[in-house]
């Protein structure tokens, strides 16, 4: 099988890169929403004020599977498994820290936690040598 034979570090960094246009998908689909676009205009949503701090932790939070898909490939097997839990755990309190009111945001949910426990398996069965390379 494919999969089987890519490195892992790819195999981490290609679900980051796929939890991403998830995330912006979900943001995004939820501008079609009349209601969604009166709570913006009023810098309120679901309640929660909108201050530059709570959209500097937005930043900072979308960062966390961004930086791991350069950082997947380019950090050492040793140093990439443990970077690899510290972002789902911060990736994961980041997609929880809003829970869901409507169906199609469980489903982008879902979706982005059914990757981030793919993440975690990867790097929790992962052997932290690399095999040398073959030689022709």
């Known amino acids: 099988m494919l999969v089987d034979a890519l490195d892992t570090r790819i195999k981490l960094s290609a679900l980051c890169l796929f939890i991403l246009p998830n995330i912006v998908f ?6 079609a929403l009349k209601s969604h676009l009166e709570m913006l ?5 679901n309640g929660i004020v ?3 701090e709570l959209m500097l932790f937005g930043a900072v939070m979308v960062r966390v ?3 791991m898909v350069p950082l997947s ?3 050492s097997p040793t140093a990439c498994r ?5 972002a789902a755990i911060l990736a994961t309190a980041g997609m ?6 409507a169906l199609d945001d469980v489903f982008h949910l879902m979706v982005q936690l059914a990757a981030m426990v ?15 390379p073959a030689h022709p």
Do not use: E, K
Not at 82 to 86: D, K, L, S
Not at 96 to 101: C, D, E, G
């Open 82 to 86: 443990p970077a690899t839990f510290v």
């Open 50 to 52: 909108i201050t530059d």
């Open 118 to 132: 793919w993440i975690v398996r990867l790097a929790w069965v992962w052997q932290a040598t690399t095999p040398a």
């Open 41 to 45: 205009l009023t810098g309120t949503y």
């Open 96 to 101: 929880l820290s809003n829970a869901p009111t």
């Open 73 to 75: 490939v380019l950090l």
């Open 65 to 67: 599977p961004i930086g």
């Open 26 to 31: 979900g943001d995004i689909d939820q501008f």
